[in-house]
């Protein structure tokens, strides 16, 4: 059973570019996190999706930030027009349902020229 | 929403020694209490936690216990070695409204063990 699987890996963006980090989940794994992890500080939620819905996007900046999770493929955060502050890791984590065990992804390490 | 307060920040000991990190929460209603291992550069890994209706869980040399009462929990590493050095997180879920899972996590403690 493959693990939550992150990619790219890496990411390096000019600003003013788009980002688009895709993650999928542990297979059977219907509910999806998205944390930000700034350099040599804790992890920050941003948002939690199920399928098709958005259940808590309180973390996640009103502006540039979205996130999706389709009935079919990857959970995508996007970020668009982004800035130097937006450089971080951004991991996502998976859980079968809520019984709060989540398992991280490898993170993408977003990195804003 | 829960707030999560980790200490001590930075921790260092002697290979062989004991280590102890503790968190406080806020939201009485939480009920599970995971504790995460980064190492650097690394995803963070689940290494044990606790639901609320138990007061300590052990896991060969790792450990962890709870006081609901004072709404705080701990983690404890006996017999320390070398590659137990990383960040260590603590982590309690937000039961607020429609929100069941987020979690909230502390600032972390870096973890040194010495040889």
């Known amino acids: 059973n493959a693990g939550v699987m992150q990619n790219p890996r890496h990411l390096v963006r000019r600003r003013g570019q788009e980002a688009r980090l895709r993650c999928s989940p542990m297979k059977g794994h219907s509910h999806v996190y998205w944390y930000r992890q700034l350099p040599e500080e804790g992890l920050k939620f941003m948002v939690y999706l199920q399928k098709e819905n958005i259940i808590d996007e309180s973390g996640m900046p009103k502006e540039r930030f979205s996130a999706e999770f389709p009935k079919e493929g990857p959970s995508i955060l996007r970020i668009q027009q982004v800035v130097r502050g937006d450089s971080a890791a951004y991991f996502c984590?998976?859980?079968?349902?809520?019984?709060?065990?989540?398992?991280f992804g490898a993170g993408t390490r977003l990195s804003v020229l | 929403g829960e707030n999560v307060e980790q200490h001590p920040s930075t921790l260092s000991v002697q290979e062989g020694d004991s280590a102890v990190i503790k968190c406080t929460y806020s939201?009485?209603?939480?009920?599970?209490f995971p504790w995460y291992k980064q190492e650097l550069g690394k995803r963070p890994q689940l290494i044990i936690d606790?639901?609320?209706?138990?007061g300590e869980k052990k896991d060969q040399r790792i450990a962890v216990t709870l006081n609901k009462t004072a709404k705080h929990f701990s983690l404890h590493i006996t017999e320390t070695q070398p590659e137990d050095s990383a960040v260590y997180f603590c982590?309690?879920?937000?039961?607020?409204?429609?929100?069941?899972?987020?979690?909230?996590f502390g600032q972390g403690t870096i973890l040194t063990v010495h040889p």
């Open positions: 606790i639901r609320s209706n138990v």
């Open positions: 984590a998976s859980s079968p349902d809520k019984i709060n065990i989540q398992y």
């Open positions: 939201d009485s209603a939480s009920n599970y």
């Open positions: 982590a309690a879920p937000y039961r607020g409204g429609t929100s069941y899972g987020k979690l909230t």
